[in-house]
């Protein structure tokens, strides 16, 4: 009897270290199973209605207003700014305040181009002025005008034309002049001084940002007259829909009148007045 007891004993501890070393042999452990509820939850990036801090796309009609012939008028200047708009300042290379002018602009957050005097139809009856460059010119002489006219300016992002109906119409002569705007990673505003500009073909060619001016506003020095041409552009569509548009006026007094009363009217007609260059991304 003490013997099946001491039998049983035995072969009972047997059993149970057999399991025990079982269960503790390397690379058999019994992998854990986690539940659902224990697993991370990853929550999904919350999508917005467009990215923040970027405004929804503007849908009514958009307008860039450049102002011509500055740098002579510090008064006129310091009347444009006070317009609650960003109207560019496009302003000649050797006037008497030009620095002066593109500095103020500048440091007030407008743009600036350089406003290039070319070669008129009727010259020298009508004088372009000083730094103009003319179609007798060989190509040595354009290049060294336009870098001197381009350094006169400072805070340039863009070139417009002062007259040059003549110098306009020359493909070949243009073509030099593209060339240092496009070094220079200017754009190139065509002010239409005359029908058959090559402005358009020539900045294409050498891949130069482009916008032609589509209405001068003030072609003469009345208030009512220039107020006129304004409400009108209002009014103007492309195809059923608003027509971006490019206005080039100048620091005449009913000019400056005139387009402070335009701004204030606007907002009412959903026309937005915006940088010159961005009109240009869409040109």
Not at 2 to 18: E, G, H, S, W
Not at 147 to 162: F, K, Q, R, S, W
Not at 196 to 210: D, I, N, T
Request: aromatic share 8%.
């Amino acid at each position: 009897m003490a013997l099946l007891i001491v039998v049983f004993i035995a072969t009972a501890y047997i059993l149970y270290v057999d399991r025990v070393l079982k269960q503790s042999a390397p690379g058999e452990k019994k992998e854990k199973t986690v539940s659902k509820k224990a697993r991370p939850f990853l929550k999904k990036p919350r999508k917005h209605a467009r990215p923040e801090g970027k405004e929804a796309p503007f849908a009514g009609q958009k307008i860039a207003v450049i102002i011509d012939d500055l740098g002579s008028d510090l008064n006129a200047v310091h009347k444009l700014l006070e317009i609650d708009g960003p109207i560019a300042f496009a302003v000649l290379p050797y006037g008497s305040h030009s620095t002066e002018v593109a500095e103020i602009a500048h440091r007030m957050g407008r743009e600036v181009l350089l406003h290039l005097p070319m070669e008129p139809y009727n010259s020298p009856k009508k004088n372009p002025g000083e730094g103009a460059l003319f179609v007798q010119m060989d190509e040595a002489e354009l290049i060294k005008q336009i870098e001197m006219d381009l350094e006169a300016v400072p805070y340039i992002c863009g070139v417009n034309n002062h007259m040059g109906s003549r110098f306009m119409e020359n493909e070949e002569k243009l073509s030099v002049i593209m060339e240092r705007i496009k070094k220079k990673r200017l754009f190139f505003v065509d002010s239409m001084t005359t029908a058959h500009s090559k402005g358009r073909e020539v900045a294409k060619k050498w891949g130069v940002p482009f916008a032609a001016r589509k209405i001068f506003i003030d072609n003469g020095h009345d208030f009512d007259g220039t107020y006129n041409n304004l409400i009108n552009i209002t009014e103007m569509k492309n195809n059923g829909k608003p027509e971006p548009m490019l206005l080039i006026g100048h620091p005449y007094p009913d000019t400056i009148r005139a387009l402070r009363k335009f701004i204030h009217l606007l907002r009412e007609k959903n026309i937005k007045v915006v940088p010159v260059s961005e009109l240009m991304k869409r040109s």
